[in-house]
C-alpha cells in the first residue's frame, strides 16, 4: 500500500522560501512510471496543480509558478521535496503531495490521475 506524508515548517514568513518534503512509503519513486506531485489548495479557493518530478527525474511545473518553484527527490530517502520561493500571504494553503499516473492513453497528451495523496499540510505566510 503506498503512502505519502508531507511535512515542513507550517509557518514561513513573507519573502522567505516554503520547503516542503513528501515521504513515500510503499512504493518506490524512481521504478513505476509515476509522477510524483504538489498540488495545492488556498483556503476557500480550488485545487491547484504546482507540478511534478517524474519517476525519470524530469520536471513539470505550472505556468504561472514555475519562476518560482523548484521540485526536486532524494532517491535514498524515497523522497520528493517542493521549495517555492519569494513567498506572500497568498501562497496561504493546504499543500498535498500525489501520486499522478496515466491509464491506458494512447494520446500525445494524457492526463494525471491521482491515485494516493498525503493528508494535506497547512502552510501560512504571515510575519
Known amino acids: 500500500q503506498v503512502q505519502l506524508q508531507e511535512s515542513g515548517p507550517g509557518l514561513v514568513k513573507p519573502s522567505q522560501t516554503l520547503s516542503l518534503t513528501c515521504t513515500v512509503s510503499?512504493?518506490?519513486?524512481?521504478?513505476?512510471?509515476?509522477?510524483w506531485s504538489w498540488i495545492r489548495q488556498p483556503p476557500g479557493k480550488g485545487l491547484e496543480w504546482i507540478g511534478y518530478?517524474?519517476?525519470?527525474?524530469?520536471?513539470y511545473y505550472s505556468p504561472s509558478l514555475k519562476r518560482r518553484t523548484s521540485i526536486s527527490r532524494d532517491t535514498s530517502k524515497n523522497q520528493f521535496t517542493l521549495q517555492l520561493s519569494s513567498v506572500s500571504p497568498e501562497d496561504t494553503a493546504i499543500y498535498y503531495c500525489a501520486r499522478g499516473e496515466v491509464d491506458g492513453c494512447s494520446g500525445y497528451v494524457c492526463p494525471l490521475e491521482y491515485d494516493y495523496w498525503g493528508r494535506g499540510t497547512l502552510v501560512t505566510v504571515s510575519s
Open positions: 510503499g512504493g518506490s519513486i524512481t521504478t513505476g512510471h509515476y509522477y
Open positions: 518530478i517524474a519517476y525519470s527525474g524530469s520536471t
